[in-house]
């Protein structure tokens, strides 16, 4: 496991040379376990190889924290680079218009919301 972890960490390493304005840090899943917990708003992006974001996905469970409009948004990037402009309006549109509304979000977006799910 160890270098599969070192190679990963490598991989990513490689990829903020060439994006400078990426800002590249790692931690314990342990450690990011409880980080994630108690100052979720720190995180933008994580990235992690599958066996750790399964960790990580079961200590958020639950917990009304997880903000998925980034894949919302990233899946209207690939449906707008595949020509289907028409699906990728239909989601963005909505996603966009809750976050301006600022009555529903996660800590993620806003420290001081809650999520509740209905």
């Known amino acids: ?3 599969g972890d070192r190679l990963f960490l490598e991989c990513c390493k490689n990829i903020t040379k060439e ?3 990426i800002e590249f840090s790692n931690m314990i899943i342990d450690n990011a376990c409880i980080q994630m917990l108690s100052h979720p708003q720190q995180f933008d992006i994580l990235v992690l190889p ?3 974001g399964k960790i990580l996905s079961h ?3 639950d ?3 997880v903000n998925s409009t980034g894949m919302l948004l990233a899946d209207c990037d690939m449906l707008d680079y595949l020509g ?3 699906y990728a309006t ?3 549109e909505p996603v966009t218009k809750v976050l301006k509304t600022k009555k529903l979000h996660t800590p993620f977006v806003d420290s001081t919301s809650f999520y509740h799910r209905c």
Do not use: A, D, E
């Open 1 to 3: 496991m160890k270098l």
């Open 50 to 52: 599958n066996i750790y």
């Open 90 to 92: 239909m989601i963005q």
């Open 59 to 61: 200590s958020i469970q």
């Open 63 to 65: 917990k009304n924290i």
């Open 19 to 21: 994006y400078h304005q």
């Open 84 to 86: 289907c402009y028409r």
